[in-house]
Structures are given as structure tokens and as C-alpha cells.
């Protein structure tokens, strides 16, 4: 073990495993260790860096409001807090009703959720609806809402009420009746395997709550900011939700999370019912504000969509006996593998010199900044390539699964 690994284990808190390396510098889409070791990343912070690292506007907005003023409180409003917020309404298409609540996190923005889908219900709509293997976060709140029973069941008893249904129109037509508050949907489950919901899901679901009163909560933390070729992923659906949940590429590296609502359901939330001390403050907000206006102005949506499709392309042309299919939309993507080897190939990956994530352990999942370009592109595949060669060759049984 070396010293920094010991002070890890012996100062950190247990709540993840042992740190993959020491990094200590990072440069648009690499990243540098304390021995000197250049890694390309490919997770981006798990989708965090939108600009990648270093980027000169994140840098410039964030010094800039650092040596301006950086926190106020509540009490007071700054232009950096109203100048993102009319980004954030602007750009989600939320309209003149639209409003935002400002937290740290993607958890605080559906821990705010989950109360707007409490003030909908009342004592007379206790249900809460969430998908089986979605992910919303680890606060309690978020984590009553997360489909996955694993991660629950250390924390019992949950908040009450949240009911898990399969990710199928079907089951939403079962589950759902006058009783129910609010679904919560993650358009594409980043934790679960980046899978994406049914075809047609999300406009069946639109009519579905819209018929029954039922608020429709999208959590786009992961898939917003540009990431999947719209700003938003329901966009690609067409449909308006009641409200959506942000937070990591907004802020490109800082800590913001946001609550966005639609229509009606801006008029929930009253003075007292909710709060954040550090939520807006002009810090967060000026640089995620900047980190917002550099996607528009160099156009990463669309390069998001663009290479997002290069990249697919690229991984399928490897060949590899280990792949079996790329999931995802625009710079959101799940490789799943013939066989259950995605902790092994990300550890090849980054021996690779090279940054991944196995989602679960058939799927390796990537999120790079929206920044790169066809030359990152040919990097990872020649990197990537080195890992899958360096894996056995998968056993038949595994090809006729």
C-alpha cells in the first residue's frame, strides 16, 4: 500500500471502495496522477464535466465570481442565481410558469421533488410511482425513490409510500389510479446498465399522469446538460413533463443540483416549505451559467449527438468477440459485454491508460465531456481496443446466451 492509499484507508470514510489512483491535474479530456501517468477520461466525473477539465470559461467564471462575491444566503438574490435560472427555464422550454429551486446536488433536487410530489398529493394521493433499477440518489428521500431493493435495504424503514413498478406501459396502466402523487422516470438508467426506457414510453406516460393528475417528474441529472443531442432526454420525446431534476453537467465540476417545474405545479412549493443554505449561491450559479453558455455558443449539443454516433460506430467496427451491443443516445453510452467481466475491462481500461466505469457488471459505461472530437474518438478506440485484447477470449457457452 502506498502512503497516499493508507491515508485514504486510514482518514477516509468506508463509504467507497479503494481510490483507482492519486489524480492531481487534468487538461480538457485527460487527467494526470501523482506519479505522472496520463489517463484519457472517458466518465468525465460520471458525466459531471461537461467541458472537460480545466476548461478556460469554468476557470474565467468561477475565479471571476470567487473574487466577487461568492455566498448571500437566502435572504438575498444575486443576477448570477436569476441569470441561470432564466437559462435553466429557457432552454427546458418550461415557459413563463416555469420556476427553479437551486440545491447542491442531483439528491437535494429530487429530495425537492419528492416533497413537490407530496404537495400534489396530499393525505388523499399517499402513492408514489418509480421504475424497478432507476437510480435518484442516496439521501434517504432519493433513495426511497431508487429501484434497486439492494441499496435500500441496509436503511429501512424508507419514506413511505413509493411503490416500483417494471419500466412498461403496461405496468403503469396497472399501477396507476387516482391514489397516485407523482411517477418518477429516469429516461435512461445510467447505474442500471445505461438502459433506455421502451419506445414510446415516455409519451405513454405523459398521457397516462396527465389523465389522472399524476405529476410527471423526470430525472435528468445525469442525461441533461446537452448529454444525449437534446438539452433535456424528454425532449426527444416531445412531451412537457410537470417537473425535472438536474444537476452534474449543468455545473461542469461544481456542486448544483435544480428542481425545474412546469405549469401548475410551479404553484406548489410556498415560502417555508423548503429551503438549501449554500442552494444559488452566486459561486455555484455564475459558473454553471457559464458552463451553460459555452455549450450553446460552441454548439456541444449537437456535437454531443454527432459524436455520439462516430463513437458507437467506432466500438461496434473493433469486432470484438466481448461486445454484444452499444446502448445510449449521444454521449451517454453502455457497452454491454457477452459475459460479466466489466470490472475486469475497466481495470484493463485504465491500466490502458484509459477512464471508464462498469456500470453493472455486464456493461461498461462512458460519459465523456462534450468537448471531444474524432481524434479523442480514435484515442479511445486504440486504447480500449488494448484492453479487450487483453481479455480472454469469451467461452461459447457465453456466445449462445
Known amino acids: 500500500m502506498t502512503p497516499w492509499q493508507n491515508r485514504s484507508a486510514t482518514r477516509m470514510m468506508r463509504t467507497f471502495g479503494p481510490p483507482l489512483a492519486l489524480l492531481v491535474r487534468g487538461d480538457g479530456c485527460r487527467v494526470w496522477d501523482a506519479e505522472g501517468n496520463e489517463y484519457l477520461d472517458f466518465l468525465a466525473g460520471i458525466a459531471v464535466n461537461a467541458l472537460g477539465h480545466a476548461h478556460p470559461v469554468f476557470v474565467e467564471a468561477l475565479s471571476r465570481q470567487a473574487a466577487t462575491i461568492a455566498h448571500v444566503s437566502n435572504y438575498f438574490a444575486t443576477p448570477a442565481q436569476l441569470e441561470l435560472a432564466e437559462r435553466l427555464i429557457r432552454l427546458s422550454g418550461a415557459g413563463d410558469d416555469g420556476r427553479v429551486f437551486f440545491g447542491n446536488s442531483g439528491a437535494e433536487a429530487n429530495e425537492a421533488a419528492f416533497k413537490l410530489a407530496r404537495l400534489n398529493g396530499g393525505t388523499s394521493r399517499p402513492r408514489i410511482l418509480a421504475l424497478t433499477d432507476a437510480f435518484h440518489g442516496r439521501t434517504l428521500g432519493s433513495l426511497a425513490l431508487t429501484g434497486k431493493a439492494a441499496m435500500r435495504l441496509p436503511f429501512e424503514p424508507m419514506p413511505g409510500g413509493v411503490e416500483h413498478i417494471d419500466s412498461t406501459i403496461e405496468a403503469l396502466e396497472a399501477a396507476i389510479d387516482d391514489t397516485v402523487a407523482a411517477l418518477f422516470i429516469e429516461p435512461i438508467k445510467g447505474e442500471a446498465g445505461v438502459l433506455p426506457l421502451p419506445d414510446g414510453y415516455l409519451q405513454a406516460a405523459r398521457e397516462i399522469t396527465a389523465s389522472h393528475g399524476v405529476l410527471l417528474i423526470i430525472d435528468e441529472i445525469q442525461t441533461g446538460a446537452g448529454r444525449t443531442g437534446e438539452w433535456f432526454a424528454f425532449q426527444h420525446a416531445g412531451i412537457t413533463p410537470d417537473a425535472i431534476t438536474v444537476a452534474k453537467g449543468i455545473g461542469g465540476g461544481v456542486p448544483i443540483g435544480a428542481l425545474i417545474t412546469f405549469g401548475a405545479a410551479s404553484a406548489l412549493f410556498e415560502p417555508g416549505h423548503h429551503g438549501s443554505t449554500f442552494g444559488g449561491n452566486p459561486l455555484m450559479t455564475a459558473t454553471a451559467n457559464a458552463v451553460l453558455g459555452e455549450i450553446e ?104 446466451s
Do not use: C, K, Y
Open 297 to 400: 455558443r460552441a454548439g456541444l449539443v449537437q456535437n454531443a449527438a454527432e459524436r455520439g454516433l462516430e463513437l458507437q460506430h467506432a466500438i461496434l467496427a473493433l469486432g470484438s468477440p466481448h461486445i454484444e451491443a452499444v446502448r445510449g443516445q449521444g454521449l451517454l453510452l453502455g457497452i454491454a459485454l457477452r459475459e460479466p467481466r466489466a470490472g475486469e475491462l475497466s481495470a484493463a481500461a485504465l491500466e490502458a491508460g484509459l477512464i471508464v466505469n462498469a456500470a453493472n457488471p455486464s456493461t461498461i459505461r462512458l460519459a465523456p465531456p462534450l468537448t471531444i472530437g474524432s481524434a479523442e474518438i480514435a484515442e479511445f478506440i486504440a486504447r480500449f481496443g488494448r484492453a479487450l485484447d487483453s481479455l480472454a477470449t469469451p467461452t461459447p457457452e457465453s456466445d449462445a
